[in-house]
């Protein structure tokens, strides 16, 4: 379920600062984990990371947080280069992935540590973390522990510790990738409903790209160390610029197809490529769920755009299809009313919209042999 | 609906159950009856009683001053080595956690530890005869070291380090990265993080190693017996002289005194370290 | 392609700090030199009285002559061979009664009486706490028994054995249960319609040979080194042989040798052991 709340507008209680990251590099020895990475984050933004494991999303954030070296590039923030600043005198809230609150200290102590690293006295920041607390919707855990909580809960005690100290910053590392499924979704609108309150700059790093699109201003699709587009939600998803993020951001189907003249050839369909340049020959085109209309089928018309329903995803609003033309499989995507018209075993024909398609990367011909296999990246 | 069989009843059917997969467990209920419980029991029962009937006054012989001494001797031997067993071996795990889990210096340190943990009294009296003894001074020879407690502490050290790392270096394992870069994130330094942090989650654990090596030295015999230098008497060698003044075994009421007085010192100390234990697997497991 | 932001400006907004070769460098250095010294310091602090030991082995009858003679004796020294025999026997038969005794008893409480975990766990760390001369002095009436019923010589030891080894053991065993979740592993063999003797010997046992090795070599190095026991009780195994031999003659060449080969020897076998069980990780692991 994807709401998108939009977060770019102004407020009058902005308090975010200016992020900006500029030809940051990492390598451990031979290995490159980021490889000039450029990102300028607007105040109050939420900017999620998005990529497969080893793509550089988590170093990235490190490096902002201050926990790693960067060999080369600068992190700007608030107008001040911190580049060389030690990650306890950045001001940044940082959320771990899992494991990080104390377990000698309470919850309330847990959150008001920040607080005392700097002096506050007790009972102000004992009132502090309580205040805290309550934004998270956990006041009245304030004197447990660690593991007497559920794994949200602790989440939401660390969002909490990293808020109190009225950081600059909002750094998440895969918050929510340790919990299941039900307190996932919770949590992450939470975090977001949070966060436009407070007004933070934050860079949340998931491989989720659900959880990227559902929360996020702007989406950074990475790959091995680079930043392959940087757009909002809608755009990532609906114009990818690249084959990867096509493949890695919501369902494709490939198809094979044949290249000329500055469009492909699909199945007995022309499609408009997004890259007019790609040169003639075999390619596999990448078509959207979205972008493929079923009509249902009357008997003795044939083409290779004619099968048979195998099965049909109930997603809500909308439900996915799942259709056998013979020598590949397609996905298409509808409404529900619409698609209960086609039920399973039924036999139907199939248009694809005339929407612009990327190719899939590999030398054309050689992606997927025997029926098409659909990629999906959740 | 289908036919569903009545269960049997309730009582009856646990009962049945249960025996059958208690039965399972006599063999090893039996055994550590015969050759733990069984002992135990005959030193206590020896100890507080006269064969007849409860009586305390074979205890009095922990009142003689030479068994006070060699209860002191034992003490003061065991808390010393233990303190300084357990800094050096904490020092020591450490160094050995923070390296390669599958590492050369690991494995090493730890097959090390293993034997020499185990192997504390004679061979270990050996190898410091053949460096420091009298007729071979291989390497040298300090007359200091023939003074109690110095010299028994050294070699009491060179099994209680040891101990000290297989005990303590799972607790430092434990230790998550996620908290110190909590801490450095939140604005703590490295003094913060082992004061606030750091060392008061490692501190029970530490605690209940520091016990365990008093404990171990306590009962430590086999090292004082081959040692054959002349160093006032611990209460084991109490007990030894105890059992064997007479021509083959024998169980006296002093030696059974002197084992009970030495359950009970260990017991505490035994309590006190299971009770640190809690807190140390909770937090760092 | 990439679509990126372009980087506002480049004329540079005022540098926090001046670069030093990396904060997290210097910390990794600091960290490499700590455990040098460290690891160096303990390992000569072992060495040097162990090396001692094996140089002293070495040493011929002319001051600065060398010679082996003395672990050729550790075949020929009147007694000796006989208590490493008897030792080493003593050594197999703990740790098969051990086995035997312990694993069908964890498997079974662990699968069909969990609440009785605590208890055997109890019991099993009990030996730690009672120091092996306290138990002697209550062995002794037993074993005067065992002497009069069944004179199987130094071998009985091993009734004394078992119950020492029992918590290095069971700590192993329990480790290596947990790593299997015996009880999933139970469940779904019972599923299948195993009975119980072949879900323990067939299903969960062959999944736990690492924990069994692990428990058998502790056990055989407790047996290698043990003295306290075997001496008050009147029975000579190897530690109680080297001992008689230092009575006579301290600086016997034999005592040295047989002394640095036991050690070696279990040393190689726990060695040994270390690569065939996987190890965990470590402190200085990073998170994901």
């Known amino acids: 379920m994807k709401t998108e709340i939009s977060g770019t507008g102004s407020s009058a209680t902005r308090e975010g600062v200016e992020v900006r990251l500029e030809g940051l590099r990492r390598t451990y020895g031979a290995v490159v984990a980021l490889d000039g990475f450029d990102l300028t984050m607007v105040p109050g933004e939420l900017v999620a990371l998005l990529g497969p494991s080893g793509c550089g ?93 559920s794994g949200g809960q602790q989440q939401r005690v660390a969002l909490a510790r990293a808020l109190a100290i009225r950081p600059r910053v909002l750094l998440l590392d895969e918050p929510l990738s340790a919990l299941d499924a ?17 007004g933070i700059t934050t860079l949340f790093v998931t491989h989720d790209q659900e959880e990227a699109l559902a929360i996020a201003d702007r989406v950074g699709v990475m790959r091995e160390g680079r930043l392959e587009q940087l757009g909002s939600p809608t755009d990532v998803y609906s114009r990818p610029a690249a084959s990867f993020v096509a493949e890695f951001v919501g369902l494709s189907n490939r198809l094979e197809g044949n290249v000329s003249g500055g469009r492909v050839w699909v199945r007995g369909l022309s499609l408009p490529l997004v890259d007019a340049s790609i040169p003639d020959g075999r390619v596999v085109a990448l078509v959207r769920p979205e972008a493929v209309t079923l009509a249902a089928h009357t008997a003795g018309e044939t083409g290779s755009l004619v099968g048979s329903v195998i099965a049909t995803t109930f997603l809500g609003a909308t439900s996915r299809i799942t259709v056998d033309l013979g020598d590949v499989t397609i996905l298409a995507q509808l409404g529900t009313a619409e698609a209960a018209a086609h039920p399973a075993g039924s036999r139907v024909s199939l248009a694809i919209r005339d929407d612009p398609v990327l190719v899939a990367e590999g030398s054309p011909g050689a992606a997927g042999d025997g029926p098409a296999a659909v990629a999906d990246r959740a | 609906m289908a036919h569903v069989e009545p269960r049997p009843s309730g009582s009856s059917r646990r009962a049945w159950w249960t025996s059958a997969s208690w039965t399972g467990t006599v063999p090893f209920f039996a055994y550590v009856g015969l050759f733990l419980l069984l002992p135990t029991g005959i030193v206590v029962w ?74 504390g009294g004679v061979t270990l009296a050996f190898a410091f005869t053949a460096a420091i003894g009298p007729t071979s001074g291989f390497l040298f020879h300090a007359s200091w070291f023939y003074s109690f407690p110095f010299g028994i502490a050294l070699i009491y050290i060179y099994f209680q380090v040891p101990l000290m790392l297989l005990v303590f270096l799972p607790a430092v394992l434990g230790m998550r990265d996620e908290w110190r870069e909590a801490t450095e994130n939140l604005g703590g330094s490295t003094w913060d993080f082992w004061h606030l942090v750091g060392g008061r ?76 234990q809690r807190r140390t697997s909770r937090w760092l497991h | 392609m990439a679509a990126l932001t372009a980087p506002a400006d480049v004329a540079a907004p005022a540098v926090a700090e001046a670069p030093r070769g990396g904060l997290y460098g210097r910390r990794r250095r600091r960290l490499r030199t700590f455990r040098f010294v460290v690891l160096s310091s303990f390992a000569a602090f072992f060495l040097i009285p162990l090396s001692a030991m094996v140089a002293f082995s070495f040493r011929g009858t002319e001051p600065g002559s060398h010679t082996i003679s003395a672990w050729r004796q550790i075949g020929s020294y009147p007694g000796l061979l006989g208590a490493i025999e008897i030792t080493l026997e003593l050594a197999l038969m703990t740790a098969v009664v051990m086995l035997v ?29 009672i120091p092996a001369i306290v138990l002697v002095v209550g062995l002794a009436p037993i074993y005067r028994q065992i002497r009069i019923h069944a004179t199987l010589s130094a071998l009985m030891l091993f009734g004394v054995y078992v119950v020492l080894a029992l918590p290095y053991a069971y700590r192993s065993l329990a480790a290596g249960l947990d790593v299997i979740d015996a009880r999933t592993l139970a469940e779904a063999a019972r599923s299948l319609g195993a009975g119980w003797f072949t879900v323990i010997a067939r299903v969960i046992v062959p999944n736990m040979w690492q924990a069994l090795l692990n428990a058998t070599l502790l056990t055989v190095a407790l047996v290698l080194g043990e003295f306290t026991i075997a001496s008050l009780l009147l029975y000579t195994n190897l530690q109680v042989a080297l001992y008689e031999i230092s009575r006579g003659s301290l600086n016997a060449g034999v005592l040295f040798s047989a002394s640095a080969a036991s050690l070696l020897f279990a040393f190689v076998l726990l060695f040994v052991l270390s690569y065939v069980v996987r190890a965990r990780g470590g402190a200085g692991g990073g998170s994901a």
């Open chain 1, 57 to 149: 999303k988590t170093t990235t954030l490190r490096l902002l947080a201050g926990l790693e070296d960067a060999d080369d590039g600068r992190v700007i923030v608030g107008g001040t280069d911190i580049t060389y600043l030690p990650a306890s005198k950045r001001n940044m809230g940082m959320v771990f992935q899992a494991y990080s609150l104390f377990p000698h200290l309470t919850v309330a102590q847990n959150v008001a540590f920040g607080l005392r690293l700097r002096g506050v006295e007790r009972t102000e920041r004992h009132r502090r973390a309580l205040e805290m607390l309550e934004l998270v919707g956990l006041s009245s855990f304030a004197a447990r522990y660690a593991h007497q909580l």
């Open chain 1, 182 to 198: 039900r307190v996932r979704s919770q949590l992450r609108d939470e975090i977001r409903r949070i966060q436009l309150d407070v």
């Open chain 2, 46 to 119: 020896g100890a507080i009683s006269n064969g007849h009937g409860l009586d305390l006054s074979n205890l009095k012989i922990l009142a003689d001053p030479t068994v006070r001494m060699a209860f002191w001797h034992s003490i003061e031997l065991c808390s010393i080595t233990a303190v300084v067993g357990a800094v050096c071996g904490a020092i020591l795990s450490y160094a050995v956690a923070t390296g390669n889990p599958n590492g050369f210096i690991r494995r090493t340190y730890l097959a090390g530890s293993g034997v020499l943990a185990q192997f």
């Open chain 2, 201 to 276: 989650l490692l501190l029970p654990a530490f605690l209940g190693a520091t016990l365990l090596l008093f404990a171990n030295a306590l009962s430590a015999y086999a090292t004082i017996q081959a040692w054959e230098n002349q160093i006032p008497y611990v209460v084991p060698q109490e007990i030894s002289k105890s059992i064997t003044s007479e021509v083959g075994l024998a169980s006296t009421n002093e030696a059974q005194a002197l084992a009970f007085g030495m359950i009970l010192l260990v017991a505490v100390v035994m309590t006190a370290y299971v009770l640190l």
């Open chain 3, 101 to 129: 005794l312990l694993v069908p008893t964890m498997i079974w409480v662990r699968l069909r009486l969990p609440r009785l975990e605590r208890v055997i766990e109890f019991l099993c760390l009990l030996p730690l706490t």
